[in-house]
């Protein structure tokens, strides 16, 4: 029969009271009739089933050259049990009690701790569970319950009102609003329509809609946010390194101090020979360094877990520590701070010449830029003509043979080798003290017009840099765009320093030359050219629209695209790396105090400990590390409901 | 000093000396091989007091699983923890407990228990 830890303590904690309650009646002289046969009878049981699978593992682990806690725990016992049993044959005073009841509160600290483990990483199958069970798929014209496993890519997918959306997909027919709090933590529905992506486990609250599934299984958003978590929840803190150093040494150096405090107090002291078994007994029992064990990892899995819940996935236990030093933050401009949907604005010079000519060039290019002035040329009905010989020029613009000339458009590093007009300028300069970006339109080495185009700040991109501020860190932007765009933008959001004109590859440069200045760097970005600026800060935070690779070199991702995020990210990181200190420091402070109280270090002052409560202070230790880790599930996160 | 009390400190101090020779002195580690049965191969580790064999080899290339086999019953060793592969698993649940291996290139994941006081490693070369 094998019994839980739960059940064991309960039945040796049945078997173990008649010795408390001769403990309780010592101090009026009342001695239970044969007290000793009781004791030992009650006690070899205990040791039975319940001491004897620490005895087993420590035996076990002896023969491999190592010892643990139940190296000690096994130590502790036996040595009362043996000793009381030789004790009582050689009519000498017993301590079956101590034995008893050092494995009882052991047992009962095993068992709390196992229980609070459990909820502590409960709340990952939690998010798990959130995913729908079927999906109405269609198929030969009908729609039809398939189980989840079964769904395929490009299958479609039809969700009614009140149903959660089955795997990730883009709608195809029907407009609806969307819970996406799960995953995003954003608690307002969001509105769909035709084209717009949705989420697996989210759920439709409104609409019906269908949608065709762009990823499945363990592709999906719900799969790839639990395999991060995991991953982070298991991770190491460089923290623990410590803790490993001493967990190798700390039980046979335990074993040495308590040899030591034997040897001492009866060769030295004068001690009874059962008083320095005592001290040491009790010094073997109180060290078990399973609290300086439990810090890290149950912080980690309780931080890790929460932040999820709030949009904020944490890749591991190193980027927690590195946010505790952070001073400054970078910010990339386009699509982090600002929406990252620029809009034409105005068009300086004959507009529809200026418009076509830009247009039909800017067709072949990527950039964000390139979008908005062909989605004005379409707007303005403008006919784009087929260009030659298109070529980028790197962080500068783009040139095209465009019937027969030469046509550019670019920024203003362009005009090293080109001509503008005074009028021109002063034009370029007033729309770009209004936060826009002008695009310089060339034709045969002459600029003939301008295009200005803006991209608005999110709406909460200024309380969160200012929410960042309050915490002491400096705000630092980081933009390809013209310094004055750049300013304007930054003094609208109360961005503290621009770092205007560079080029996407210089970005990271930019980061390690704060990183010189001494200066701890976070950088926020989500683009594909963020990359290396991400993998270079002390920590990345990619932004939650971003692509695949900003998010793999991100060492924290913001499933939502909200600048607010950040401020999460940082508080929580913060918060759980100081619950680690905090659950370290009470650890070793917990153990440097209770081994030379339980050696009768201060025996002078009448302070002692008996192998009873150091057993008691041991499992209480424990359970007051992973009560202190499972707390971090309440303490207050900005945004956080 | 009395005889008994001289004694005991000789035995004590050779209980430290042997202390410290068994625990920190260089010693032997086994190492497990796995057993290769249609094209998938498996290595057991027994749970009891710590990993044995703490150190296991696998073959690239070839689908793997390690299977963990408890026979401890004290909470110490209740979970096994893969730090690289994000696996966490709790051991007491079931007798044998199996974790699936990437084999697909030669690396080394290190595995522990839940409060990292017992080490292990897979290899796969």
């Known amino acids: ?641 | 000093m009395n005889t008994s009390q001289i004694i005991t400190l000789i035995v004590g101090l050779i209980a430290i000396g042997f202390i410290v020779w068994w625990f920190f002195g260089k010693h032997k580690e086994a190492v497990g091989q796995s057993t290769v049965v249609n094209d998938e191969q498996s290595a057991r580790i027994v749970v009891k007091g710590g990993y044995s064999p703490s150190t296991v080899v696998l073959k690239k290339g070839v689908p793997a699983e390690v299977n963990f086999d408890m026979q401890d019953s004290t909470a110490c060793l209740s979970h096994v923890v893969f730090e690289q592969l994000g696996v966490n698993e709790d051991l007491t649940k079931q007798k044998v407990t199996t974790v699936k291996i990437p084999t697909d290139k030669a690396a080394t994941y290190n595995f522990a228990c839940g409060m990292d006081m017992f080490h292990g490693k897979v290899i796969v070369k």
């Open chain 1, 1 to 641: 029969m094998k019994l839980s830890n739960i059940q064991r303590f309960w039945i040796s904690f049945i078997l173990s009271i008649p010795m408390l309650i001769q403990m309780l009646a010592m101090p009026f002289h009342w001695m239970m009739p044969g007290y000793n046969w009781i004791a030992l009878v009650t006690t070899t049981i205990i040791m039975a089933i319940s001491a004897a699978p620490y005895w087993s593992s420590a035996i076990a682990a002896f023969k491999k050259h190592s010892a643990n806690m139940n190296t000690l725990v096994a130590a502790g016992t036996a040595v009362a049990y043996f000793y009381s049993i030789f004790a009582m044959f050689t009519n000498r005073p017993v301590y079956f009690e101590s034995a008893a009841f050092v494995t009882v509160f052991v047992l009962l600290g095993d068992a709390m701790e196992e229980k609070m483990h459990d909820n502590a990483s409960n709340a990952l199958s939690k998010l798990m569970g959130l995913q729908a069970k079927d999906a109405a798929v269609l198929k030969d014209g009908k729609f039809v319950k398939v189980p989840l496993d079964q769904v395929q890519v490009g299958d479609l997918i039809r969700v009614k009102p009140g149903e959660k959306i089955p795997v990730d997909g883009e709608i195809t027919e029907g407009t609806t609003t969307l819970d996406e709090s799960m995953v995003t933590g954003e608690s307002m529905p969001v509105v769909k329509q035709v084209g717009d992506t949705v989420v697996g486990s989210t759920i439709n609250s409104n609409g019906t809609i269908t949608f065709k599934a762009t990823k499945v299984g363990a592709d999906t958003m719900l799969a790839q946010i639990v395999d991060l978590v995991k991953k982070a929840q298991t991770s190491h803190a460089p923290i623990q390194n410590l803790t490993d150093k001493i967990s190798n040494i700390f039980v046979p150096a335990v074993l040495i101090i308590a040899i030591l405090t034997f040897m001492i107090w009866y060769s030295f002291l004068g001690a009874t020979a059962v008083q320095a078994m005592l001290f040491a007994v009790s010094v073997i029992v109180i060290a078990c360094p399973c609290a300086l064990g439990l810090a890290t990892p149950t912080a980690l899995m309780v931080g890790t877990a929460r932040s999820a819940k709030m949009g904020v996935l944490i890749k591991n236990g190193e980027v927690l520590q590195e946010v505790s030093d952070l001073n400054t933050v970078v910010f990339d401009k386009t699509g982090t701070i600002t929406v990252g949907k620029p809009e034409v604005t105005d068009i300086v010079g004959d507009q529809a010449e200026v418009l076509a000519i830009a247009a039909s060039v800017e067709e072949l290019s990527e950039h964000p830029l390139a979008t908005a002035i062909i989605k004005k040329a379409e707007a303005e009905d403008i006919k784009t003509k087929k260009v030659n010989d298109f070529e980028a020029i790197e962080g500068k613009g783009v040139k095209a043979d465009y019937n027969g000339q030469t046509a550019f458009v670019g920024s203003n590093r362009l005009l090293v080798d080109i001509d503008i007009s005074r009028e021109m300028m002063n034009h370029a300069n007033e729309l770009q003290n209004q936060a826009k970006t002008v695009v310089y339109v060339g034709l045969s080495g002459e600029i003939i017009g301008l295009i200005a185009i803006q991209d608005t700040p999110k709406p909460s991109s200024k309380q969160a840099i200012t929410e960042l501020k309050e915490r002491g860190l400096k705000t630092v932007m980081l933009t390809g765009d013209n310094e004055k765009v750049a300013q304007a933008i930054a003094s609208e959001v109360g961005i503290d320093q621009v770092i205007a004109g560079v080029l996407p590859n210089e970005k990271a440069h930019h980061i390690q030359k704060l990183q010189a200045n001494g200066d701890k760097v976070a950088f926020v970005g989500d683009g594909i050219n963020d990359a290396p600026a991400l993998s270079t800060a002390d920590v990345g935070i990619a932004m939650g629209s971003g692509t695949d690779i900003a998010i793999d070199s991100g060492g924290i991702v913001l499933v939502q695209n909200d600048l607010r995020g950040v401020v999460r990210a940082l508080d929580i990181s913060k918060k759980t790396f100081n619950r680690i200190k905090l659950n370290l420091f009470w650890a070793l402070i917990y153990n440097t105090i209770g081994i030379p109280i339980a050696a009768g270090l201060f025996v002078g002052v009448g302070l002692t400990l008996s192998p009873e409560l150091a057993g008691l202070a041991m499992a209480f230790s424990s359970v007051s590390v992973v009560g202190s880790s499972l707390l971090l599930n309440k303490t207050k996160i900005a945004g956080a409901n």
